[in-house]
């Protein structure tokens, strides 16, 4: 059993906490955070206790550290963490300034525990897909990588002020991405930003609107989700919410299918001796091909509604 500390009972202090609860040999025993009445009732929704950093640090029998809490507390978490030892799992980013990531680089290097900065993205299945199948050459070259990212609407002003804005808390993502699909680092890099929203986003330094490109030997071009390679064949567009978009269909769709055949055969529906056959194999097929995880589809909608791989729409040029 491995007892986790998690430092942050806010938003993704939330989720994270579910995380660590749902895991087999994983107990979260403390939660961190400078809002006592915020920490005090998430650990009590997962039997931890509420507890101080000196607390969760001090404590040896704690493996690992969760650090969901403000950008401007990720660096003196990951060093305190280090010094005692302690697995460490950081939302990015690590720290606004350069020098002090790199100073958490060399402590967590030192003490010799595993650290991970939480950038998901690599393990979105339709981002992944696209990595592999650039890696595998099965689609050419890559000559250019273009990331289009856009949230539902505008984080708090408290937040910005608190954190790395739109560059260093959300960007960072694209960067991350950009870097890991091409396996490549930038030459230079050109960005724009204005603020044509919210003026108190303004009014706190913020930029709203942002494109920024990179030179590799590729270019990126990136203004969150959907991700274009543009090959020596064509392009190849990933798209995580077209994936989500027809798991829910699918399963819908699958409900529906199970709900009639159901409700025929108990009815008893008129039907001739093959028909009703018909019926009861279509259902035994679709009861045994299901996913046991809610949200999945089935085996046999992944040839019509595709798996993850299928998310990635393809456009071909001629090759002469």
Not at 151 to 158: E, K, R, S
Request: hydrophobic fraction near 40%; include cysteine; charged fraction near 25%.
């Amino acid at each position: 059993m491995i007892d986790v500390a998690l430092f942050g009972a806010g938003r993704i202090g939330t989720i994270h906490a579910g995380n660590v609860a749902r895991q087999p040999g994983v107990r979260l025993k403390y939660v961190v955070d400078v809002d006592e009445k915020a920490s005090g009732k998430l650990a009590q929704q997962h039997g931890a206790q509420a507890a101080s950093a000196e607390t969760a640090f001090g404590d040896a029998s704690v493996g690992a550290v969760v650090i969901g809490s403000s950008t401007d507390t990720h660096a003196d978490f990951i060093m305190r963490a280090a010094k005692a030892r302690k697995a460490i799992f950081c939302e990015k980013p690590v720290d606004l300034a350069l020098d002090r990531a790199r100073a958490c680089a060399e402590a967590v290097k030192a003490a010799g525990v595993t650290c991970l900065i939480g950038f998901q993205r690599r393990y979105d299945p339709t981002f992944a897909a696209l990595k592999s199948r650039i890696a595998a050459g099965e689609i050419g070259e890559p000559e250019m990588l273009i990331v289009t990212s856009r949230d539902p609407g505008a984080p708090p002003v408290d937040y910005i002020k608190r954190s790395g804005g739109i560059f260093k808390d959300m960007l960072i993502h694209d960067f991350d991405i950009f870097r890991w699909i091409l396996d490549d680092e930038a030459a230079s890099v050109y960005a724009t930003g204005s603020c044509l929203t919210d003026p108190g986003i303004e009014a706190a330094g913020e930029t709203a609107r942002v494109r920024a490109i990179g030179m590799v030997p590729g270019a990126l071009a990136t203004e969150h989700r959907v991700v274009e390679a543009r090959v020596t064949r064509g392009a190849v567009e990933a798209d995580p919410d077209l994936d989500l978009a027809r798991r829910i269909v699918a399963r819908a769709a699958e409900e529906l299918v199970l709900s009639a055949l159901s409700n025929e055969i108990q009815a008893g529906v008129p039907a001739g001796h093959d028909e009703h056959h018909r019926r009861q194999r279509q259902l035994a097929i679709l009861q045994h091909e299901r996913f046991d995880v809610p949200g999945q589809m089935m085996h046999r909608d992944q040839r019509h509604t595709g798996g993850s791989s299928r998310c990635l729409r393809e456009r071909h040029t001629d090759q002469q």
